[in-house]
């Protein structure tokens, strides 16, 4: 008991919820320089797990700068993301003794007696909120001839677990979801309606204009600060704060963007269409002023997260703040039909990835109660043979397998089980893999044979489905280039140096912008077919598989050879002009 020593001046007591303790560790509010813990013996494979407890001991032995383990048969082996490599522990203490364990003591007769009281108020049905100590215990011992109690709480306490045999109460752990539709199909038909047209009347083929909707759609699962709700799922899975995966984000969906851009760009100048300089601006310029300031509940929104906040806190703060703002102008006053309105729409919108999500909930619950999840993972090891290239694709593979025809939030939280393991027991940064599989997850959406997204656009725009599916993985080849960037350059993740950092965005850029204008076969001119060939072969010698700041003299040759074709092929065309014949023939 610690209330005597604090109550005398001896120790410092500072209350904090259980949760919040990884936090402390991984952020370095509360340094560790050696984490003690007890492990269970290593598998074939060097993996200990941490058996019982896995919240606060794990993020103390990756936070801390020493790593002293106790390796005891007793300890279980639990399954889920639990594991930890021999090869992050810095010292082994072989230890067999059974693991110690504090029964709780009986309660007093002061407790008792508040605990009945307490119990007298508490109907049948109720949800209560429960921490750990005397009096909770002795309030759970009261309540065992209640029904349909609901108890959230942070830890399964003695008293919780003297319940659950009995069938009297359920235990649910919340989890914090974004509020977002995690749907690229959804996107595709409330915007496209009104893009896919203007793009078709200016000239775009209905193939194209189709495309670039499906793909431009897919980009807002990929950017934060949102990422269809997975940048939240994320954050809770890994254990790290959402401004560290909202960071993570931004650079590979920029460069999403940057190629989209460039590619869209291309496609008018081949098509001969000409840009508009005057009338897109002015618009723009006259809906800022005029209706910019409803962005600001949203600009607070990301604010509020990266200044902290929870996302539920967030979000409450930012719907008052819309409340406030929105009598400024008398075109957007909502009376109480107008609110009952909104809150209708934002119900009917949150309700898929709910369903979604609970299903996934669903499915992972299975797949971990039968171990199947980590038999994938040790399937994928398996097959690979310790290549690690051939494993990465057979995650890419699995990933896009799994995540067809699911929504963000869904798939991402599918993989996690099922896939990630496989890539984190490599020694893999746990950012990275998670980002792998999220996007190879997401791919689908525009690819064959699924391609729901690329479908969806091709039936407001009337063209063809497979060949609108075809269009949009040209314009959105960046997801399935990306995330193999990711293993080499961790830099485009915010991962690393500087330097790293610098480096990774210098040369990741340079490939993507090299390969989109291949596949555009135009650059102020038709490109010929070696153009084309020698552009893409430059772009992947810019992107060598090796560290980015790797100084060996084969990557170094490799990256200037690169540099040096991207840079003769992409200024060609500007001061070299093909005779009719070849142009008619190579033109695609």
């Known amino acids: 008991n610690l209330r005597a020593p604090i109550a005398d001046g001896l ?55 020493m790593v002293i383990a106790e390796v005891n048969p007793n300890m279980p082996r639990v399954l889920g993301d639990s594991f930890i490599h021999v090869n992050k522990i810095n010292y082994f203490i072989d230890v067999d003794y059974e693991l110690p364990e504090l029964p709780p003591p009986p309660p007093s007769v002061t407790q008792d007696q508040i605990a009945s009281h307490i119990a007298e108020l508490i109907p049948n049905g109720a949800t209560l909120q429960m921490g750990i100590g005397g009096i909770p215990d002795a309030v759970l011992r009261r309540l065992t001839n209640h029904k349909n109690l609901g108890v959230h709480t942070e830890l399964f306490s003695d008293g919780v677990m003297d319940m659950m045999p009995s069938a009297k109460v359920s235990v649910v752990g919340s989890s914090i979801f974004g509020t977002v539709s995690g749907s690229t199909v959804a996107n595709i038909m409330s915007t496209g309606v009104m893009t896919i047209p203007l793009m078709k009347r200016v000239g775009y083929s209905p193939n194209v204009a189709g495309a670039i909707e499906a793909a431009a759609s897919s980009a807002g699962q990929i950017l934060p600060p949102i990422m269809g709700a997975a940048a939240f799922l994320m954050a809770e899975i890994i254990g790290v704060p959402y401004r560290t995966i909202a960071l993570a984000a931004l650079i590979p969906g920029a460069l999403y963007v940057l190629a989209l851009i460039v590619a869209v760009r291309l496609e008018a100048g081949r098509l001969g269409l000409a840009p508009d300089t005057e009338a897109g601006w002015q618009l723009l310029k006259t809906t800022i002023v005029g209706k910019g300031y409803l962005l600001l509940p949203l600009v607070g929104l990301v604010a509020l997260l990266f200044a902290g906040y929870t996302p539920t806190r967030a979000a409450v703060y930012c719907l008052l703040f819309g409340l406030l703002i929105m009598p400024w102008k008398r075109e957007t006053r909502l009376g109480l039909v107008g609110l009952m309105t909104v809150c209708r729409d934002t119900l009917v919108s949150t309700l898929p990835i709910v369903a979604a999500v609970a299903a996934a909930g669903a499915v992972i619950g299975v ?56 890539l984190t027991r490599l020694g893999i940064e746990p950012i990275v893999s998670h980002m792998f599989i999220f996007y190879y997850g997401l791919v689908s959406a525009i690819t064959p044979p699924v391609a729901l997204a690329a479908y969806a656009a091709a039936s407001i725009s009337g063209g063809d489905a497979n060949k609108t599916a075809i269009e949009s993985i040209r314009l959105g080849f960046v997801k399935l280039l990306v995330p193999f960037l990711f293993v080499t350059m961790p830099g485009l993740l915010m991962v690393g140096s500087g330097l790293d950092i610098a480096l990774s965005v210098l040369f990741g850029s340079l490939g993507v912008i090299g390969i989109t204008v291949a596949f555009a076969a135009w650059l102020v001119r038709p490109l010929l077919a070696w153009e084309r060939l020698l552009m893409a072969a430059g772009s992947l010698l810019v992107l060598w598989p090796t560290d980015v700041a790797a100084t060996d003299p084969v990557t170094l040759a490799a990256r200037a050879v690169g540099i040096a074709i991207l840079a003769f092929t992409l200024l060609r065309p500007f001061s070299a002009q093909p005779t009719p014949e070849k142009t008619s023939s190579t033109t695609s």
């Open 367 to 422: 797949l971990n109660l039968t171990g199947l999840g980590l038999m994938l993972s040790g399937l994928i090891i398996d097959l690979g043979g310790g290549r690690v290239w051939l494993i990465f694709i057979l995650t890419a593979i699995a990933s896009f397998i799994l995540g067809m025809g699911l929504p963000t939030s869904a798939a991402y939280l599918l993989l996690a089980v099922l896939v990630a393991p496989a």
């Open 11 to 65: 120790a410092d007591f500072t209350p904090v919820h259980l949760s919040d303790v990884p936090r402390l560790f991984i952020s370095g509010r509360l340094p560790l320089d050696i984490a003690v813990i007890q492990v269970s013996p290593p598998d074939e494979h060097g993996y200990c797990t941490y058996g019982v407890e896995v919240g606060v001991t794990k993020s103390a032995a990756e936070s801390a700068d």
